[in-house]
């Protein structure tokens, strides 16, 4: 009887796997399968965005390339995004030493805080942003848009950095203040130092978001356009693989981004 529920045990534990491995690829198929269609029509030599397969041409890209609208949208992404991720990442900086370093009433809920536009839906914080900004009577324009992903890029730029100083050795500071260090000093040679990769990190993790940002910027942007907001009214109207090259091109870039984020993070702790 003990041979026979051994056996049993055995044979389901060498099925595990298998039946582990399939669940993977399916998992992995229905994540990634619509973006590697993505990426293989971008070289469709078709004039529409379909399929079948009709020959193989690096045309779209070529277009993209020398697409006015398209690299008018692109200066401007690039502009928001990066004015947001020093906005978010200065923000940021200043909300985890007041939550490292000291201890006051709500600080919990002040954490929470910081975290809400993050997890709200996109449309609620839109929302939310376009009416408190149209309560203080400001037109709609890039600085909304790059005030609005700021907003939601600070829980972004604070968690890596937050995460950081936890582990920071306060005897280094304490060090450096018992042979004479000015605040100023002590910030400079020995905390930054250990924070630095997590603000390299949170930095480049706030620029892709706000670089890929499309919900939140519909209720915020005036008369200039971002690059995804370039994309989705051209979905409405003309949609041709051009699109899609446009769409891998940001693919490779933000999945770079984060890669990098993530190198620089497994850089220093390692």
Same mark, same amino acid.
């Given at each position: 009887m003990t041979n026979a529920s051994s056996s049993t045990e055995k044979r389901h534990t060498q099925q595990q796997p298998w039946l582990l491995t399939l669940w993977t690829i399916l998992v992995y198929a229905f994540l990634y399968l619509p973006i590697a269609t993505l990426i293989f029509i971008s070289f469709n030599d078709s004039a529409i965005l379909s399929l079948p397969f009709k020959g193989f041409t690096v045309n779209w890209y070529e277009m993209a390339f020398g697409d006015r609208s398209l690299r008018l949208s692109?200066?401007?992404?690039?502009? =928001?995004a990066a004015m947001a991720t020093l906005l978010a990442i *200065?923000?940021?900086l200043l909300a985890a030493f007041a939550i490292y370093r000291y201890q006051f009433f709500g600080k919990t809920s002040f954490r929470i805080a910081l975290n809400l536009p993050?997890?709200?839906? *996109? =449309?609620? /914080? *839109?929302?939310?942003m376009l009416a408190y900004f149209s309560s203080l009577g400001l037109e709609l324009s890039l600085w909304t848009v790059i005030l609005g992903h700021a907003v939601f890029g600070l829980p972004v730029a604070l968690g890596p950095i937050l995460t950081r100083l936890s582990q920071f050795p306060r005897g280094l500071e304490e060090a450096a203040y018992d042979l004479g260090a000015k605040p100023a000093q002590v910030f400079r040679g020995v905390i930054f130092p250990y924070i630095r990769s997590a603000i390299v990190s949170g930095a480049l993790l706030a620029f892709t978001l706000s670089f890929d940002e499309v919900v939140v910027t519909i209720f915020l942007t005036g008369r200039d356009n971002t690059l995804p907001m370039e994309i989705w009214g051209r979905l409405r109207t003309d949609i041709t693989p051009e699109i899609a090259a446009v769409a /891998?091109?940001?693919?490779?870039?933000? /999945? *770079?981004?984060?890669?990098?984020s993530q190198w620089v993070v497994g850089r220093d702790e390692g």
């Open positions: 692109l200066w401007n992404s690039l502009q =928001v *200065g923000f940021g993050i997890l709200l839906p *996109g =449309v609620v /914080t *839109g929302v939310a /891998t091109l940001v693919l490779i870039a933000s /999945t *770079g981004i984060v890669l990098l």
